[in-house]
Nanobody, 118 residues
């Protein structure tokens, strides 16, 4: 499975972006999907995830009520809608897929830069 993340860019505080994670080589039907981010000088951290089995969504506390994750298994894509963006959301965002059958099987996208600045 190859993951391609896109949709990043420069946005002003309070603005919105919609990130996309597209899969090739396989559908995403057998994977739990997550978005991570890594800011300069900081460790990679989890932002949001959505399970394959029941579609349950989870969010980091600092993005809850601002970000929304959704998946389209038929289109092999996952999106992260980001609203009310803050400068502290600036980071490279990565999508991640983990097999529901064997969690040792995991794939990462290449990352997309999100910069929130006036």
């Amino acid at each position: 499975v190859q993951l391609q993340a896109s949709g990043g860019g420069l946005v002003q505080p309070g603005g919105s972006l919609r990130l996309a994670c597209a899969a090739s080589g396989s559908t995403l039907d057998g994977y739990d999907i997550a978005w991570f981010r890594q800011a300069p000088g900081k460790e990679r951290e989890g932002v949001s995830c959505i399970s394959r089995r029941d579609g349950i969504r989870n969010y980091a506390d600092d993005v809850k009520d601002r970000f929304f994750i959704e998946r389209d298994n038929a289109k092999a894509s996952v999106h992260l809608e980001m609203n009310s963006l803050k400068p502290e959301d600036t980071a490279v965002y990565y999508c991640n897929a983990v097999s529901v059958f064997d969690d040792r099987i995991t794939y990462w996208g290449q990352g997309t830069q999100v910069t929130v600045s006036s």
